[in-house]
Nanobody, 123 residues
Framework: QVQLVESGGGLVQAGGSLRLSCVAS????????MGWFRQPPGKEREFVAA????????YYADSVKGRFTISRDNAKNTVYLRMDSLSPEDTAVYYC????????????????WGRGTQVTVSS
């Protein structure tokens, strides 16, 4: 059973940056492909980014491509999401998730989830 804990959210002005972290425990982190999802207020959860277990591939939603960067440090059991050029449309609860499925953007293929961290971007 993998436990995931996100951190790094907060309030930032439009155009600013944040780095989210997600620390995993209870499993062999390097076995898992990792994803970030978000849920804006009043909307459904959506895919943001994913990274394979060996960092051989990274995937991004079109809405964040070129602004967000996913990375991982297997020695620290941590996956990161660097977010630049933030806009109010990026306001959401951001969730970290883990899966053994390779390269998936589908939330229902991620069995392990963190509790989320709030990101609020003011205009």
């Amino acid at each position: 059973q993998v436990q995931l804990v996100e951190s790094g959210g907060g309030l930032v002005q439009a155009g600013g940056s944040l780095r989210l972290s997600c620390v995993a425990s209870g499993g062999t982190f390097s076995y898992y492909n990792m994803g970030w999802f978000r849920q804006p207020p009043g909307k459904e959860r959506e895919f943001v980014a994913a990274i394979t277990w060996s960092d051989s591939k990274r995937y991004y939603a079109d809405s964040v491509k070129g602004r967000f960067t996913i990375s991982r440090d297997n020695a620290k059991n941590t996956v990161y999401l660097r977010m630049d050029s933030l806009s109010p449309e990026d306001t959401a609860v951001y969730y970290c998730a883990a899966t053994r499925s390779y390269g998936t953007r589908l939330s229902n293929e991620y069995p392990y989830w963190g509790r989320g961290t709030q990101v609020t971007v003011s205009s």
